[in-house]
């Protein structure tokens, strides 16, 4: 039995080594053979160097250095497109996905379930973040045509079967939390307890968790297109009682208004709206764009332990 893990990794040079004696002190007492592989999404600290080196002492240890900074998602996806195990484990390098839950995953796959989720129950990151994440995974699960378990982000296992399927889909927009659920296997949840990061600092800004969330919504729900429906219904019917009060002020009150008076208002907010649904739009059709460039997912700059590039 073979196991595979998949790390990326960007400006971790002090978590690198930690992470790699962590999940090596887990698997002490499982029978099962290891490959450790990093992905290096183009850091500008020594983590480069530091996985050379590591993988020059440790033949198990593997890594795929890109050429520049892909992306979170892109960069899982190069990792596992190189992996050979029966069983592959996503996890980030920051030590937030905790190494002592691996023998666990490995009993619940063992039990038979093809992909097993580990489930934030309680998050230790500032307020805005834990906030902003329980309005995203609210919204994320309502609205997307499959239900993606909320709190669960890209710390799993996934059954060889399940890892084969998942590398054929080559969408240039990868939301992995969303792609694996939507395969439809039956699963496994882990709840435990997120840790604050202890070394370096994050490479997830504000904005790379936007862009991530909007692959999100967009490439699992149709429900920003289909709000033009729900506001239009909306804008029709606060018009109607517009024109009433309107109507009734003139017939009652006596009271004349200019029809500039009230176009004015109705244009402004309309404008607004336009505004909103053309953005919607200019999201979908940049997807579409990006799919039709038909790109490579990521490149790669060289490799170390890795035998054959696929």
């Excluded at 790699?20 to 450790?36: C, G």
């Excluded at 619940?108 to 998050?123: A, F, L, N, P, S």
């Excluded at 909007?214 to 804008?235: E, K, T």
């Excluded at 019917?237 to 002020?249: A, R, S």
Aim: charged letters at 25%.
């Amino acid at each position: 039995m073979k196991l595979s893990i998949v790390l990326p990794v960007f400006n971790e040079q002090d978590n690198i080594s930690p992470v790699y004696e962590k999940i090596l002190a887990q698997l002490e007492d499982q029978d099962v053979e290891t490959e450790i592989i990093f992905v290096n999404d183009g850091s500008k600290d020594q983590s480069y160097l530091m996985l050379r080196e590591l993988a020059f002492k440790d033949k198990h240890v593997k890594y795929i250095n890109l050429t520049r900074n892909f992306g979170h998602q892109v960069a899982l996806t190069a990792g596992l497109d190189f992996a050979t195990g029966d069983a592959v484990i996503t996890m980030d390098c920051d030590l937030q996905d905790p190494p002592e839950l691996i023998p666990e995953m490995i009993k619940k796959w063992q039990e038979g379930y093809k992909i097993i989720y580990t489930r934030r129950k309680i998050r230790k990151d500032k307020f805005f973040k834990r906030i902003t994440a329980e309005i995203y995974y609210s919204l994320l699960y309502r609205f997307s045509d499959n239900k993606i378990p909320g709190h669960i982000g890209d710390f799993r296992l996934l059954d060889k079967k399940v890892h084969e399927v998942l590398k054929n889909m080559r969408e240039k927009s990868r939301y992995l939390r969303g792609m694996v659920p939507w395969l439809g296997y039956e699963y496994a949840i882990i709840d435990y307890e997120r840790p604050l990061r202890t070394h370096g600092k994050t490479g997830f800004s504000l904005l790379k968790m936007i862009r991530l969330g909007m692959n999100g919504i967009l490439s699992f729900s149709l429900a920003p297109l289909r709000l033009g429906l729900v506001l239009g219904f909306f804008i029709i019917f606060t018009g109607i009682i517009f024109f009433l009060y309107l109507l009734l002020n003139y017939l009652i009150n006596d009271q004349f208004y200019k029809l500039l008076e009230w176009m004015a208002v109705i244009n402004y907010t309309l404008i607004g709206f336009m505004f909103i649904l053309i953005w919607i739009i200019g999201e979908y059709v940049g997807k579409i764009f990006r799919e039709t460039q038909n790109r490579p997912v990521y490149l790669i700059n060289d490799t170390g332990n890795i035998d054959k590039q696929e």
